[in-house]
């Protein structure tokens, strides 16, 4: 033991932490020293949990629901996943295939652990939510990124897909609505895409957490509704943080084929065992109280498209910055390739220069961009404009 990574075995050593956690901590750091700083690094709603969800929350406490509970969760809230899935995706998916886990990100591990072997390569189009091939690796197997930048709107293209393929290949990971680029997928583009995953006998993993935060009219496709053989072989993870504003109370879903279904529930009885008991009558209360569920959303969505085009127009309007105006989730990825600046420069130098927290786009797999979460108030996106044009117009003149 001559050194302290002596201590550590190949999977601690081998992981990055994830970059938009210890940035946004960061950020909080400094706000509570006393710093003026616009965060714009939040990768979680600025809401509050709306309060009929906490009241059934709290109800279930007091009446004892304090014990284990069935490791894919409780019977009732499976069966309302089950219900909502099917009613959205126009498909007939039963309470068996649901397992309910500590949050979305545990969702999608659990996904990949279920049906990846060491050596499996995995396709993740990038930009890619950061811990995508953190958890493939952890898996044993091998990420493959593969580029959509902004020329072609974030979007992977189905020849992409194709050209990418090697006998290796095992799943595909989809985001729509993305995180970070907001993209949104059509129906026809995944058509095409999903054509080629059943070609090629790939399992898809559809991580759709923003799937109810979306703008402009667009309607969210799921390739779990694209047909018999999509359905067949796709994972939809989705979850309770970013719709309900329920970050903090980790409880994340799948629905999967029933094998699949089988084996998660099963690897999650010997790593974490059911999600907090309490909290999932919280969860249950959000899908039966439809009509102040949807109050929340609504009122919640209004507030993002606000703040979406606010800073789309803000950023768009600084020298040297082009941004698409994304449809869904609550993020912009504007390109900043025109600056000079790698993108972890540019963010590490606007957060001591500005105090203007975001995240780079290298984090994501894409060089070239940043992360701007609009989560946050008018106020804060207006004055963490400001700064980033006058961090931006010096960038210039010293070019
Ligand atoms: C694309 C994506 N998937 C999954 C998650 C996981 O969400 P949670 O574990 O909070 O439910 C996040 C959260 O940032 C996300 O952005």
């Known amino acids: 033991m001559s050194s302290p990574s002596d201590l550590l075995s190949t999977w601690a050593r081998g992981i990055s932490p994830s970059p938009t956690l210890a940035i946004d901590a960061q950020a909080k750091a400094m706000m509570a020293a006393g710093h003026d700083v616009c965060s714009f690094a939040a990768g979680e709603p600025d809401f509050d949990t709306p309060e ?9 406490l007091r009446a004892g629901k304090t014990k284990y509970g069935p490791t894919p969760g409780i019977e009732p809230l499976r069966e309302a996943i089950a219900a909502r899935h099917s009613a959205e995706r126009g498909v007939k998916a039963a309470a068996s295939q649901v397992v309910v886990s ?4 545990f969702s999608c591990y659990l996904s990949i652990l279920a049906t990846c072997s060491p050596g499996d390569e995995v396709i993740i189009p990038a930009p890619y939510w950061v811990s995508y091939p953190e958890m493939v690796k952890l898996a044993g197997a091998v990420p493959r990124p593969i580029l959509a930048g902004d020329a072609s709107g974030f979007l992977l293209s189905a020849s992409q897909l194709e050209a990418a393929i090697t006998p290796k290949s095992r799943m595909l990971i989809l985001n729509s609505p993305s995180n970070p680029t907001g993209a949104v997928y059509s129906r026809a583009r995944l058509e ?8 090629h006998n790939l399992i898809i993993l559809s991580d759709e957490i923003y799937e109810h935060l979306i703008y402009d009219g667009v309607t969210h496709v799921s390739p779990a509704s694209l047909g018999a053989a999509a359905e067949a072989r796709t994972i939809v993870v989705s979850g309770f943080s970013k719709t309900y504003s329920m970050t903090g109370w980790r409880l994340g879903t799948l629905v999967a084929p029933p094998a699949i279904a089988k084996a998660a529930s099963e690897l999650q009885s010997q790593m974490s065992s059911n999600t907090t008991t309490f909290a999932q009558y919280g969860a249950l209360a959000a899908l039966k109280e439809t009509a102040l569920t949807q109050a929340a959303l609504q009122k919640m969505l209004a507030a993002f498209d606000r703040r979406r085009k606010l800073l789309h127009s803000g950023l768009t309007a600084i020298d040297g910055v082009t941004c698409l ?39 994501f797999g894409a060089e070239g961009y940043i992360r701007l979460s609009y989560a946050t108030s008018d106020e804060v996106i207006a004055e963490g404009v400001r700064r980033i044009a006058r961090f931006c117009q010096k960038l210039k003149h010293h070019a």
Do not use: M
Request: glycine share 10%.
């Open 52 to 60: 009929h969800i906490k009241d059934a929350a709290i109800a279930a």
């Open 192 to 199: 095409e895409i999903v054509a080629v995953a059943i070609r």
């Open 102 to 105: 500590p949050g979305g990100k």
């Open 325 to 363: 105006l994304a449809q869904g989730a609550f993020y912009l990825f504007p390109n900043i390739s025109g600056l000079g600046l790698p993108s972890n420069e540019f963010c590490a130098r606007l957060l001591q220069e500005e105090k203007v927290a975001t995240v780079p786009g290298s984090a």
